[in-house]
């Protein structure tokens, strides 16, 4: 029964509110009502008994329970008809007046009453003059005709505003996500909604936008004014711009211009953790799988979370290089606490008495803490120095595993990955210092790797000048801040970041962003 | 986009003629005074509700909008000749002596024909164009009824979402039919030429209800059609108002159960009141309420409280359970496509 009152309260008293505004107009149909009620036996039957009835079943609670709240409930207010009930009283009091000049009294105050309670409709902010044939706002039609003057059937990322409006004026334009991006008309997907979301932020990621608009052969890229585009991002994706309506912009990427972007690596850490350590990476292909390399070390990091989310839950692959905190932590965190599913796990193979000899105590224990969370994975895939995998079309070889080192402890040993697309070769050195300069030396040679990219963890001291000779990477990412570097605890990182970069090297660090490249 | 004189007269055709004749046919099947007005919102209504009726199984079979359009065209043509052939034709036969009814009728028709203009001259952008128009947009283009995502245009083979709704309320296919017999776009359809006739339907539905509600004299009829369209321009009280809807986004089928078909019930169950042995009166209260069904969802829930209401109402009053039933039985259609659209969501 309370619940029954409850829902008297709220929503039924409080949609009728909102549906009858101030309630000036409620008043004047109360009226109205009242009078039909006293003053005509005939209207009495016919039209008020029936509006009171229908009142009545509409804001009933338990007809609202069961079928109202099934539908869009104010709307069940129009039966009660003002449109009927006022200009019955109106007429009718003028019909009730004898002389000509009480009738046009009774005509003066009607039309007075029904103005002074009511408000113009023609005032509304969105009626104007009409723009153009199909009554669309000038703007929409100003930029879809930049786009059919390039194709018949452009298929497009825009502002959200625009996109509502593109298929009313032209069924052909096919925009990634219109108004059902967050789910009114129909659900689209996580990935789509992200990017709706950036686009129409104050500052987009159109490093992202133009990623999966290239992938998703989106050849048009609507953007404000207000929020330019970098030039080289501009010519990394090949769109450039073909015209401009009012406060639009509008950039094409004709097809002889599309190049095979690969797999896109994002450092995630650069999500401003400060001097906290992190390794965290994500690997995206144009299919839209998605590949979590370790993952970081602490919860709450909106980063990784909000990746997983974009691609509706699922992680494609995700692969564990180190037990070390900073590394498996957020694995064992995500895996128990959010409602992911993890497609394939990768982690090292070892005895485990011989890892725990090995490992440090953190190490060792996260390592027991994870192993409760390998089960939430479908397949969990055991890897060891020399294995070669294929993980949607990246290969991706063991190049160092954990334990092995001639016998030897090493206390923070890793699993050292060489990631290889169709060209091009990132090595992944997770938490492994200058012990594995040995297994990197020789490794273009013996294994024809291009390599173009080099992560290297906090410390950076994988890096010496004579593997920086024989491996020439165009970037390499150090997982810390500059400010960690800095500090003492960043042993000689700065410096080996400053010589890098005297190299013409460019260092992704965690105060650089966006902090993505393309293994190609 | 262009619009033609030749598109203007189909247009006029699609949406003034045939109405009108197949609402001639339907009088004379129903044994109904022959008047332009009451042809006109008749034949409106009959046009829906048959659209209503052919669509829906075709939507379902998932079958092409094409076979929509010959059956919906060919059904329109043979109802239509009917009234032709009887040479049985709607009169004009109001007693216009009096010099106030003169002038009531001519304020009358000033006032609706400033409602056409405005509605013609101005334009709200709605954002709910983006599915209902975008769907006719989208019929036209296909050939296939609710099959593509509005927002995007992507092919889905399936109804999801919203559109489930629009399944069993396919006001879009209506919107789409007069569009490639005019050859008219579809959004130029919607936002232009249907508010001229929508608007011509709802001040003939105000006229012919005045009668109910204040009698025969022409002065006081033309008064409260007057008043009724004061009523709506003035009515912005709220965004959700069923005048709002009428006057701000008229081409919506929800719009327009709030701006004709909540007015069509009260009429056609006021007539019921007053001839409630009339049994053709039953006959046009469910092809009304089929043609709600056509509008929106909105339309299915509305048409079936109204006629409840009513029902059970006047039911009492005439101390006929006859009368209750009949009105009551006359939501059947609202209950099936309820039913249908509760299977399929």
Known sequence: MSGLIELLKNPIQETMSSYYGDKRFLLLMAVCCIYLLLASKELRRKLIYPVIL????????????????????????WVIADVILIPAVAVKLIQDCRKKWQKAIAFAVSVFAIIFTGNIVYSHDNYVKIQNLEKLSDTTKGVCDIMLQYDDAPRCIMPIEIAVEARVYNGNIEPMFGRDCYGFIMSAGTRERALAKSLDGASPDYEKIMFYAKADERRFLVTEDTKPVNTALLEKYNYRHIGSYKQYNV????????????????????????????YRYVIEDSDGHLIVIDGGGERGETGLIRYIQEHDGYVDAWIITSYAPQSA????????????????????????????????????????????????????????????LDIYGLKVDVLEDLVQKNGEKQSRGAMVLALTGREQTMLYCSVAGKQIQSTLSGLSTAYDYNVKYIQLANSGRVLNGELYNELKPEAVFIDASISYMETTRGQNAYAIKSYLEEQGVTVY???TWPNSVYIR | MSLTFTNIIL?????????????????????????????????????????????????????????????????????????LVRKKYPAFSYDTQNIWDKLGFVAMLIFIIAVVVLGVLLQHTDHDDSRFVVNAVDICRTNRMFLTNPASGEMLGIWRGELVKDVTSPWAVFIAW????????????????????????????????SKEIVGDRLVYRSMFVCFAILVLVFGFYSNASAEAYTMLRIWQGKAIVA???VPLVFLLCMRIYRECEKKSLYVL?????????????????????????????????????????????????????????????
């Not at chain 1, 509409?58 to 609202?64: E, G, Q, S, T």
């Not at chain 2, 042809?39 to 052919?54: D, F, K, N, P, T």
């Not at chain 2, 079979?61 to 065209?73: C, H």
């Not at chain 2, 469910?286 to 969802?297: A, D, K, Q, V």
């Open chain 2, 285 to 345: 209260l469910l092809i009304c309420e089929m043609s709600l069904c056509l509008l929106s969802g909105m339309g299915i829930i509305l048409g079936t409280v109204m006629v409840g209401c009513l029902g059970l109402v006047y039911g009492i009053i005439k101390r006929n359970i006859r009368v209750c039933l009949g009105m009551w039985l006359t939501a059947f259609p609202c209950v099936v496509f309820y039913a249908v659209n509760s299977l399929l969501g």
């Open chain 2, 259 to 261: 701006g004709a078909g």
């Open chain 2, 11 to 83: 247009a006029a055709v699609v949406l003034g003629v045939v109405p009108v004749l197949v609402g001639n046919t339907v009088c004379l099947l129903c044994d109904e005074e022959l008047l332009w007005g009451k042809s006109y919102v008749i034949g409106m209504m009959a046009m829906w509700a048959v659209c209503q009726l052919i669509s829906v199984p075709i939507i379902l079979a998932k079958g092409s909008f094409l076979i929509v359009v010959a059956m919906l065209s060919g059904i329109f043509v043979i109802i239509s000749s009917y009234g």
């Open chain 1, 54 to 77: 229908m009142a009545a079943v509409i804001v009933n609670p338990i007809l609202y329970k069961y079928i109202f709240s099934k539908v869009v409930y104010k709307r069940m207010f």
């Open chain 1, 509 to 511: 660090n965690f105060d």
């Open chain 1, 251 to 278: 950039y094409y990427s004709a097809p002889e211009d599309d190049t095979d972007m690969g797999w896109m690596v994002t450092q995630l850490a650069a999500y401003k953790v400060g001097n906290r350590l992190m």
């Open chain 1, 329 to 388: 932590g957020a694995f064992y965190d995500l895996a128990n606490e959010q409602d992911i599913h993890i497609n394939n796990l990768y982690i090292p193979d070892f005895v485990e008495d011989d890892y725990k000899a090995v490992a440090t105590e953190a190490q060792w224990s996260l390592y027991e803490k994870c192993k409760s969370a390998f089960s939430k994975a479908e397949t969990v895939h055991r890897l060891k120095k020399g294995d070669r």
């Open chain 2, 178 to 209: 007069v569009a490639t017999l005019t050859g008219i776009h579809a959004t130029v359809v919607a936002h232009v030429i249907l508010p001229v006739f929508i608007y011509i339907m709802i001040g003939c539905i105000y006229f012919i209800l």
